[in-house]
């Protein structure tokens, strides 16, 4: 409003002085100074007409610029309630595709185990992050033998305290669910598109290289969850960023630990900062895309099958306990120690 009636108060003021130049100015014949005064009439005619050709430009210029700051302030408001309404759209969508898919009955890997699975108190993940080619493949979270294994493969340097087993802080776990990736050594490396796979919406937390999934680990908050995109080789949102939707894409894969793959973890949102206690991805995902895991799951190299247990426990995807790292070694299943065991894990 006070927009306008500045803009009104300056029309008014040039329009006063448009009147005022048209004050007649007039010589008398004959006169002994006709001729000056009439060169002098001509100067002020001429001023006259400048004066009101300048005051109808400012008076255009003033009503322009006032209409234009209107119509940049319309567009924002326009735009503001347009992404609410998106915003709005994706809540809806992804609440009834959350709903949908947790009713998809899952037929099973062909894996059993004594052990019931985790029942999530959720679904999730309505798609997978990442499109899966045919070369493709899954390394499970949990008791793999990889991460059993580590503690032989990787021992302790007697000669350097410092040097441990990785796995050795995850409790000799394998703290994510790993998309294998596989590049053409051929081509230059390319990152693979990553999107937010929750229906639920999401803020972006954290992007840096702590949380041993270098070069850079996105962390985005989706209510009672944290989950983190690892060895990414860009990060396309921002800290801070909210109203993160199904499908967006946010990142794109990168290089870890020498091979080409995504690392993804999921962590309580209380805990996301403090001890870190990672929780099992698989029984978040929709129950038709878990199927989808063992059929990619199939194709990784023989570690990633479970470390054997008595009565079967921990023997399944769905069925993995929650890790909560240590500074000890305190391996959630000690080794045997045995000749036999070490021999095992050396062939990997």
Not at 88 to 100: E, H, N, P, R, V
Not at 132 to 159: A, I, M, Q
Not at 315 to 323: E, F, K, L, M, V
Request: aromatic share 10%; glycine share 8%.
């Amino acid at each position: 409003m006070w927009r306008f009636v500045a803009v009104g108060t300056t029309v008014i003021w040039l329009a006063v002085v448009a009147a005022a130049c048209g004050f007649a100015y007039t010589c008398t014949p004959n006169s002994a100074d006709y001729e000056r005064c009439e060169q002098q009439r001509q100067q002020y005619e001429d001023a006259q007409r400048k004066a009101q050709e300048d005051a109808q430009e400012a008076i255009r210029k003033a009503a322009k610029d006032a209409a234009d700051q209107a119509i940049e302030e319309g567009k924002k408001q326009a735009q503001n309630a347009f992404e609410q309404a998106i915003n709005d759209a994706k809540q809806k969508i992804g609440d009834a595709l959350g709903s949908l898919v947790a009713q998809i009955p899952f037929f099973g890997s062909g894996v059993t185990s004594t052990q019931p699975p985790q029942t999530p108190s959720l679904v999730l993940f309505s798609d997978l992050p990442v499109t899966l080619g045919k070369d493709d493949y899954v390394l499970w979270y949990g008791n793999t033998e990889w991460s059993f294994c580590d503690r032989y493969l990787h021992p302790r340097d007697p000669n350097d305290p410092t040097t441990r087993p990785f796995y050795e802080a995850l409790r000799g776990m394998h703290d994510g669910l790993d998309f294998g990736l596989p590049m053409d050594p051929k081509k230059p490396f390319v990152g693979r598109e990553i999107f937010s796979a929750s229906h639920t919406l999401g803020e972006v937390v954290y992007i840096g290289t702590s949380y041993g999934a270098e070069p850079t680990a996105l962390m985005i908050k989706h209510g009672d969850y944290v989950v983190l995109y690892g060895h990414l080789s860009a990060v396309l949102v921002q800290v801070g960023q909210k109203n993160i939707g199904f499908g967006d894409k946010i990142a794109l894969s990168g290089i870890g630990n020498g091979v080409s793959h995504l690392h993804l973890e999921v962590l309580p949102a209380s805990d996301w900062q403090g001890k870190r206690t990672r929780i099992n991805p698989v029984p978040l995902f929709a129950p038709s895309l878990q199927a989808q895991l063992v059929e990619k799951a199939a194709k990784s190299p023989v570690w990633n099958r479970f470390h054997p247990l008595p009565n079967g426990k921990w023997g399944t995807p769905q069925d993995q306990p929650n890790i909560e790292p240590t500074s000890a070694p305190q391996y959630l299943v000690p080794s045997g120690n045995t000749e036999s065991e070490k021999a095992i894990c050396k062939q990997y």
